[in-house]
C-alpha cells in the first residue's frame, strides 16, 4: 500500500485534505528537535528521512515516495528525524492535531497509516542491519537492486535508474565514505553489471548484481 489515503473515498478526501506545498530540491521538510509542526504526505518527488548522530553525521534511514507520510514520528513534542526533499517535492500538509483526529475517526484510514509506518520502520531497520553484513561493492549493488524494486511498486521507470541523489546521499544512507562509493560504482561498471550516465544508471546484469548483495564471500 504505498497511498495512505486510498481508503478513503472521494467524500473523506475532501474532508481530510487541507493544503498543498511545494519545495525546492535541498530544503527541509521539518528538522530533528525542532517543535512538532505538521505531518506531510508526498505527492510528487522523493524525501529522505535522516537522524543525526552526537557527532552531527547524517544517518540516512530511508527514502520517502509518493503516497507515503513523513513527519509523523516524535519525540518530547519534537520532530524525531528531519525531512531533506532531495527533488523537487510537493505534498500535502496536514496539521498534527486534525490529522490524528481524523484518522482516530476513520479506523479503515487509521489502520493503513499504523501498517504503513511499522512496515516503513521494520523495512528500513532490517536494510540496515543488512547491509551491515556487506563489503562497500555489494552494499550498492544492494542499494541499487532495492531502489529499482522501489521504482517499480511505484510504477517509476527504471532503465535507465535515475539516482535523484547524490553520491553523498549515498553514502550517507549506506554508512560509507563518500570516495568508497565512488570507487563502488566504478567496481560495477568494471565487473559490466551497469553502465552510468548524466542520464542515470542502466542495470546490465540484475541476477548478477543481486547475486553480488547475497554474496558470503567477504573481500
Known amino acids: 500500500m504505498h497511498n495512505v489515503c486510498q481508503p478513503l473515498d472521494r467524500n473523506r478526501q475532501r474532508e481530510f485534505y487541507e493544503k498543498r506545498q511545494t519545495w525546492k530540491k535541498g530544503q527541509f521538510l521539518y528538522r530533528a528537535g525542532?517543535?512538532?509542526?505538521?505531518?506531510?504526505?508526498i505527492i510528487t518527488g522523493i524525501v529522505a528521512v535522516?537522524?543525526?548522530l552526537p557527532d552531527g553525521r547524517r544517518q540516512i534511514l530511508d527514502f520517502f515516495f509518493p503516497g507515503e507520510i513523513c513527519g509523523y514520528l516524535e519525540t518530547e513534542d519534537r520532530?524525531?528525524?528531519?525531512?531533506?526533499?532531495?527533488?523537487d517535492v510537493e505534498t500535502c500538509v496536514f496539521g498534527r492535531a486534525r490529522f490524528k483526529a481524523f484518522t482516530a475517526a476513520h479506523g479503515?484510514?487509521?489502520e493503513i497509516v499504523r501498517v504503513t509506518l511499522m512496515s516503513k520502520?521494520?523495512?528500513?531497520?532490517?536494510?540496515l542491519a543488512e547491509l551491515?553484513?556487506?563489503?562497500?561493492?555489494?552494499?550498492?549493488?544492494?542499494?541499487?537492486?532495492w531502489l529499482k524494486a522501489r521504482y517499480e511498486e511505484h510504477g517509476l521507470e527504471t532503465r535507465p535508474l535515475t539516482l535523484p541523489m547524490?553520491?553523498?546521499?549515498?553514502?550517507?544512507?549506506?554508512?560509507?565514505?563518500?570516495e568508497t562509493v565512488s570507487r563502488s560504482f566504478s567496481r560495477l561498471k568494471r565487473l559490466e553489471l551497469i553502465t552510468a550516465s548524466d542520464a542515470g544508471v542502466t542495470l546490465l546484469d540484475l541476477?548478477?548484481?543481486?547475486?553480488?548483495?547475497?554474496?558470503?564471500?567477504?573481500?
Open 34 to 41: 525542532e517543535p512538532l509542526g505538521p505531518i506531510f504526505k
Open 50 to 52: 535522516a537522524d543525526r
Open 79 to 87: 520532530y524525531s528525524f528531519e525531512g531533506e526533499a532531495i527533488t
Open 108 to 110: 479503515d484510514l487509521a
Open 121 to 127: 520502520l521494520n523495512s528500513a531497520n532490517h536494510r
Open 132 to 145: 551491515g553484513q556487506l563489503s562497500s561493492t555489494e552494499r550498492v549493488a544492494a542499494f541499487l537492486c
Open 166 to 178: 547524490s553520491r553523498e546521499l549515498i553514502a550517507d544512507h549506506l554508512g560509507m565514505r563518500l
Open 207 to 219: 541476477p548478477g548484481l543481486a547475486l553480488l548483495a547475497a554474496s558470503d564471500d567477504r573481500p
